[in-house]
């Protein structure tokens, strides 16, 4: 079985390959372009265990939230990967994957957080067993400390995890957090452990299902804004 995984939700392209006979992942930041770059990837990664599109049985990438072009980039090029072959193809939530990455440490929540712009961020807490304990959403970074205050120390994962840390100014409670110094970390291969167990309890994704934006794209707020100010 050959299983490709993938997550484009940040500048950061997450990419891993498990076949019978082999296993590859990648972590690519600097100098790439999902749009531009990602299907040429995808091909060198197949090409080194020597297999091609048409090879691959199981799809699996991470659905947002995070960059809605990267997001989108990333799934409709597995969807087309899928429609061009037989392979299945699931999503799992960007932020189970960061949490499940980290694994069981300390018995600490686990704050995997992701810069969403407009100085806040995307979040969810899970306990240390992965059990959710705070949905995923956006919030600023002050906002998101006094929400989980309570929890004594927690893990902060993520790319933009020193960024989240930054934008808190007491100190008292920045002490509470314990920085993921892994990161910028792959969590390919959790997306291959995620993915597989959705696909045995839930199956495949339906041919309709899209990224998780948790909040609208600045293109959709501008749209609506015009609409409104048009009907007025």
């Given at each position: 079985m050959?299983?490709?995984s993938l997550d484009t939700s940040t500048e950061i392209l997450s990419i891993a390959l498990r076949t019978e006979k082999s296993y590859e992942e990648r972590l690519?930041?600097?100098?790439?372009?999902?749009?531009?770059d990602l299907?040429?990837?995808?091909?060198d990664i197949l090409e080194r265990a020597g297999l091609s599109l048409k090879d691959l049985d199981i799809l699996i990438a991470a659905k947002g939230p995070g960059s809605f072009t990267g997001l989108r980039?990333?799934?409709?090029?597995?969807?087309?990967?899928?429609?061009?072959?037989?392979?299945?193809?699931?999503?799992?939530?960007?932020l189970d994957a960061m949490a499940e990455s980290v694994g069981q440490v300390a018995e600490y929540p686990i704050l995997p957080v992701i810069d969403a712009k407009k100085n806040r961020f995307y979040y969810a807490l899970y306990a240390h067993d992965m059990a959710p304990i705070v949905t995923v959403r956006d919030s600023a970074a002050e906002n998101i400390s006094s929400e989980i205050r309570d929890y004594g120390k927690v893990i902060v994962t993520g790319v933009d995890a020193d960024k989240f840390i930054a934008k808190i100014t007491d100190e008292?409670?920045?002490?509470?957090?314990?920085?993921?110094?892994?990161?910028?970390r792959n969590i390919a291969s959790s997306l291959i452990r995620l993915g597989m167990k959705k696909l045995e309890e839930d199956g495949e994704d339906d041919i309709g299902e899209g990224p998780l934006y948790v909040r609208r794209s600045d293109a959709?707020?501008?749209?609506l804004k015009k609409m409104e100010e048009n009907n007025a």
């Open positions: 050959n299983i490709l690519i930041r600097g100098n790439f372009t999902h749009s531009e299907l040429a990837e995808i091909i980039v990333g799934i409709a090029t597995l969807k087309g990967i899928r429609a061009a072959g037989n392979a299945k193809l699931v999503t799992v939530p960007t008292e409670t920045r002490a509470k957090f314990i920085v993921d110094r892994s990161c910028p959709e707020e501008a749209l």
